[in-house]
């Protein structure tokens, strides 16, 4: 939980939203298995879990096998992600417990922050919205922006590129293990946020509220040799 000492500004910090920012697995699971029963091809809550946080393109093959054709993938993901933000504006949602501390407090002390998500635009908008985050951002990257998901680095590496701020400056938050590899991959330090706490990032915890008040500057810090 951040405290009262001061961070020094030094990059910035990429972040991802879905389970990082905010516990949306609900809403995103609420909104699959309604559009994936109207298709008649119903999915369990065990194969949504396996494909969390991948973007559509790469879930409905899984899932719809031959029929996956460029067009239905488009017009089944459009209407899962349109019911997805019919119910985050009819129920609302929530900051993880730390995330609003820790976006107010590194935007105070001068760090550069981004969304960089694999989610679609229109979702990014919404969340931020209902959140009240939005000013706290000077980059989105969404799913149009890049053309692969993660664990390619394209994401983190365009972010950045946005911010004007050089991969071995980023501080990239995630909470799946194929966000922590694409940070890897971009050359960038990582904190992963998940229930056990065991994410291979540079830094792993079960929630924000661990992190020390000098957590984001020390992983910018130069290593001895």
């Known amino acids: 939980m951040p405290c009262e000492n001061d961070l020094q500004m030094t990059g910035a910090v990429l972040w991802d939203m879905?389970?990082?920012?905010?516990?949306?697995?609900?809403?995103?699971w609420l909104s699959w298995r309604d559009t994936m029963a109207a298709e008649g091809m119903p999915v369990t809550r065990e194969q949504f879990v396996?494909?969390?946080g991948m973007r559509n393109d790469a879930i409905l093959p899984r899932w719809l096998g031959d029929r996956a054709t460029t067009d239905i993938i488009q017009r089944v993901g459009d209407a899962k992600e349109e019911l997805y933000r019919k119910l985050v504006r009819r129920d609302g949602l929530a900051p993880l417990a730390g995330a609003a501390e820790w976006l107010e407090r590194l935007k105070e002390a001068g760090w550069r922050?981004?969304?960089a998500s694999s989610a679609p635009g229109a979702n990014v908008e919404v969340v931020l919205e209902v959140l009240g985050l939005a000013g706290l951002f000077e980059a989105i990257v969404s799913a149009e922006d890049v053309t692969a998901g993660k664990p390619d680095p394209q994401v983190f590496l365009t972010a950045a590129s946005r911010l004007g701020v050089g991969p071995s400056q980023c501080i990239v938050v995630e909470d799946a293990a194929a966000g922590v590899e694409a940070a890897r991959r971009a050359g960038m330090r990582s904190i992963g946020v998940s229930r056990d706490g065991r994410l291979a990032a540079d830094l792993a915890v079960s929630s924000l509220r661990e992190l020390a008040p000098d957590a984001f500057e020390n992983l910018l810090k130069p290593t001895s040799v």
């Open 50 to 52: 396996e494909t969390f």
């Open 113 to 115: 922050q981004a969304i």
């Open 18 to 28: 879905d389970g990082t920012l905010v516990d949306s697995e609900e809403q995103h």
